[in-house]
Every structure is written in C-alpha cells, then in structure tokens.
C-alpha cells in the first residue's frame, strides 16, 4: 500500500512523529514536508512554502502539493498528520485529493462553533477516517456526529532512552539538588500551560520544593517568570532555551514530578506527561479534558481545577510530600505499556489497512 505523509512544519516531536509513520513496516511511504525523515530521497518531495502558513493562498499551495504527489506516485492513501493547523481553512480542497482514503490526525480538540463547522466539513465522507490521540478528544468529536474515528494513544518516541536514565546522574547534570523533590516544567513556555498562576501559587508552598523550568520562552518570557518566582528564586532552576532531545530527557530524568496544570483551552496529549509516565514519575495534571481523564484513569497522581489556587497549592502539596514513596500500581503501569512506540505503530498500521 502507497502512503503520503505529509506536514507543512517539522518543529517540535512532528518529524520524530514522521519517522516512526514511515518506518512501519510492509507499507511504501511518500512524504511531503519541509524536510525528510529518513525515507529514500525518490520517496521524498520537500514542502515548499509560498507565504505565511496562516494565508489562504499559501493553504491552497499546500493542497496543490499533495495533489501532485499524489497523482504521480499514485498513492493510496492522503495521511495529514496535523488537522489542527488547517482548521481556518475547513478542508477547502479535500474533496479534489483524488485518493481512495484520507487519514487526518488531530491532537487536540477545539471548543466553539466555528470549530464544529471546520470538525465536520474536514471529517466528511465515508472514505476519510480521523485519528484521535486521546478517548476525551474522540469522546468529543463523536458528539459532533462524527463517526469514522479511529484512537491511537500518543506514544513515548524515547521510551528505551528515557527509562535507561539515571534520576541522580540527570539532577546533577541539571543542576538540581538531589534531596529536595523536584518539580518540572518542561518544553515551551506558552500561555495554555498556565505557568505564571502555578508559579505565583507556589509562594505559599509550605512544602520544601525545587522548580526545574526548561525549554523555549515565547508567550511567557523569562522576565515574566522571574518576576513571579522572586520570592524564592533560590528553589529555582531556569533553563529557558531550546532543548535539545538528550536535554529534554534529562529535564523528565532530574523531575520527580512532572507539572501539567495546563489551562482550559488545552485539550489533548501532552509529550512531557507521556514522557514523564514513561520515567514513571508523579504527574501534576489539570483535571479538566484529556489529561485530567488519564491522570485519574491510571492513577497517575493527581489532579487540579486549573483555575483555583487552592486547589493546585492543596494537590501540589500533596504530591511534594509522596516523592519517594509514590509508586506505580498495576493501572499505571498498563497505561505506561501502551506508550511504547511499536504499539504505536501497530495501531497505524491497522488503520492505514482496515
């Protein structure tokens, strides 16, 4: 079977994403994308972008991409790895990708009714099937009346190198002390995670702790996080920059709780709490949508209303005072055998052939 993969950015665990799609084995795969991930260079056609991404005309570009990769290679299946990104545009287009199947995966799920337009215009038609990372996010999208939803959980790329780290050898390269429960704060610093609350939250922890916040500014800049963490900057380790993968995985290493407390907005999975699962550490999560449901479906730690200080203080407290004597039980650990990325694959591979 012929498969177009096909992203118009590479950033963050997209091309990583790519890699495990093209390596499933049995299947030919074809990429469109800003760069290859490793498939032969005859099977590979870099993604041109003409225009800002967000631009109708360079959202049209796109479509006329596929459609001639399709067309040449005479492919059997359109997957579109981030339906979320191209949501302004309704799936303008779709309908003139002349495949026998297209597959569309969402990561997120997106609350509004111009959202549930865009939901059911992209999602149309007997032959497109839609993969849902997470069963809140499917849950949701089955109450749009869409049908053709297959659930595929969001894996630990890195499971083998994440579980082969040694906790206190990752505190020290972080720089972190050893004796004093570390929380972690890891990956882009953006508005949805809900950071500065938390942050102002815990000037009135009264729960020895250290904070561990790495990975790049941008909506939240560090001067933003410096001044609401003054209070106790000495119980503070900041590393805002990008992360490398080894550093990433040493930031989920160094944390013994793993901070997910992410805002309303967000709904979907979330790589650190995969990530930190896979390390088996206490996550600190939301407990509203898809991160809410895993956490207490698996007993993975604990949960707060994102929006109440008490509540987050109340369950942060808690977690800091079961570091050490928190373990996984029997749920915990099922779930975190569903992240392993072959798994993962298997699953694609079930829908790319059903």
């Not at 890891?186 to 250290?210: A, D, R, W």
């Amino acid at each position: 079977m012929k498969i177009l993969l096909t992203d118009r950015t590479m950033n963050g665990h997209r091309k990583t994403y790519m890699e495990w799609l093209s390596r499933i084995p049995g299947e030919e795969f074809y990429v469109l994308a800003p760069e290859n991930p490793g498939v032969d260079s005859t099977h590979f056609t870099e993604y041109s972008l003409s225009g800002n991404l967000k631009s109708i005309n360079s959202y049209l570009d796109w479509i006329r991409q596929i459609k001639y990769v399709a067309k040449k290679n005479i492919v059997d299946i359109v997957h579109i790895l981030d339906g979320d990104s191209v949501m302004r545009w309704f799936g303008i287009g779709f309908g003139s990708i002349d495949v026998p199947r297209m597959v569309i995966t969402y990561h997120h799920f997106f609350e509004g009714r111009v959202r549930q337009i865009s939901y059911r215009s992209m999602c149309r038609g007997e032959s497109r099937v839609i993969v849902a990372h997470t069963e809140a996010v499917a849950k949701a999208l089955r109450a749009y009346g869409i049908k053709n939803i297959a659930r595929c959980e969001y894996p630990a790329f890195d499971f083998a190198s994440i579980v082969g780290r040694d906790s206190a050898t990752a505190k020290e390269k972080m720089g972190v002390p050893s004796k004093v429960p570390v929380i972690g704060i890891i990956g882009g610093m953006s508005s949805y995670k809900n950071i500065i609350p938390f942050l102002e939250t815990m000037q009135n922890c009264s729960v020895n702790f250290h904070l561990l916040i790495c990975g790049r500014t941008g909506e939240i800049s560090e001067d933003d996080i410096r001044s609401v963490s003054e209070p106790y900057k000495d119980r503070v380790t900041l590393k805002l920059k990008y992360l490398s993968g080894d550093e990433y995985e040493e930031a989920i290493a160094a944390s013994d709780i793993i901070y997910c407390i992410y805002g309303h907005e967000f709904n979907g999975a979330s790589g650190p709490l995969t990530d930190g699962v896979c390390a088996k550490k206490i996550i600190l999560s939301c407990s509203h949508g898809s991160l809410g449901a895993i956490v207490r479906e698996n007993a993975l730690g604990f949960t707060a209303e994102c929006d109440d200080r008490a509540d987050m203080l109340s369950k942060t407290e808690r977690a800091l005072h079961l570091v050490g004597s928190f373990h996984y039980n029997d749920a915990a650990l099922k779930y975190r055998e569903r992240l392993n990325p072959v798994l993962f694959q298997k699953t694609y591979k079930k829908i790319y052939e059903n």
